[in-house]
């Protein structure tokens, strides 16, 4: 399933709080969004028609809930990520954030942690 970015800003949201009204969801971005209501609404109904979220009605009005897993996005989206620049590999990855210096020690320190995680499954 394809969501646009903010159409992701809309779910995490949802993911984070759930079932919303549209109106709990315009009142969480506002802070940090400068989009209209109706815009807020329009990506709701989107969402709606896409699949990715599902609506129940509570008398007057409707509670948003996400169907789409934020793990199944973020995986969806990696590889596509990976797949479209990196030919489908992680080293390669790595290496563009190492080349431009965009990983910090603590990164360093995790990506040793993980690779070593990773070679003890496979022994």
């Known amino acids: 399933m394809q969501i646009s970015e903010a159409e992701s800003v809309v779910m995490e949201v949802l993911w984070q709080q759930q079932p919303l009204a549209a109106e709990d969801v315009v009142a969480a971005l506002s802070p940090s969004q400068d989009w209209q209501e109706a815009t807020i609404k329009t990506l709701l109904n989107r969402l709606l028609n896409k699949g990715a979220i599902s609506a129940s009605k509570e008398g007057r009005r409707y509670l948003y809930s996400p169907v789409l897993q934020r793990a199944d996005w ?5 590889s596509g990520l990976l ?10 990855l790595v290496a563009h954030f190492s080349a431009h210096r965009k990983l910090t020690a603590e990164d360093v320190s995790q990506l040793r942690e993980l690779l070593a995680e990773i070679d003890d499954e496979r022994r």
């Open 74 to 78: 973020v995986n969806t989206e990696s």
């Open 83 to 92: 797949d479209r620049l990196f030919d489908g590999r992680i080293a390669p």
